[in-house]
Nanobody, 119 residues
Framework: QVQLVESGGGLVQPGGSLRLSCAASGSIFSINVMGWGRQAPGKQRELVAAIHSGGSTNYADSVKGRFTISRDNAKNTVYLQMNSLKPEDTAVYYC?????????????WGQGTQVTVSS
């Protein structure tokens, strides 16, 4: 099992910045992908960003150029730097980890951290 704990959420004004952190623990061997999803009230959870073991990244179109995902392999931690925040970024942000072995996919989610962008 993999445990994921997010931190860094909070209240920020439009145009401001936040950095989210996600620490992974437990059975963390051979994790292929770590990333972030978000869910606003009444909406489906959506992919925000992901980073692969080789370093390649994926971003939702809505956050490209504003958000940056990175990871510290020594600390088993993934980060999401969020700049130029907009009210529509308001959501609960969830950390995600995935293992892929052949056709078998195993995924984990954290409990989430609230990000509120408001003046």
């Amino acid at each position: 099992q993999v445990q994921l704990v997010e931190s860094g959420g909070g209240l920020v004004q439009p145009g401001g910045s936040l950095r989210l952190s996600c620490a992974a623990s437990g059975s963390i061997f051979s994790i292929n992908v770590m990333g972030w999803g978000r869910q606003a009230p009444g909406k489906q959870r959506e992919l925000v960003a992901a980073i692969h073991s080789g370093g390649s990244t994926n971003y939702a179109d809505s956050v490209k150029g504003r958000f940056t995902i990175s990871r510290d392999n020594a600390k088993n931690t993934v980060y999401l730097q969020m700049n130029s925040l907009k009210p529509e970024d308001t959501a609960v942000y969830y950390c995600h980890a995935r293992r892929v072995s052949g056709d078998y996919v195993e995924g984990y989610w954290g409990q989430g951290t609230q990000v509120t962008v408001s003046s």
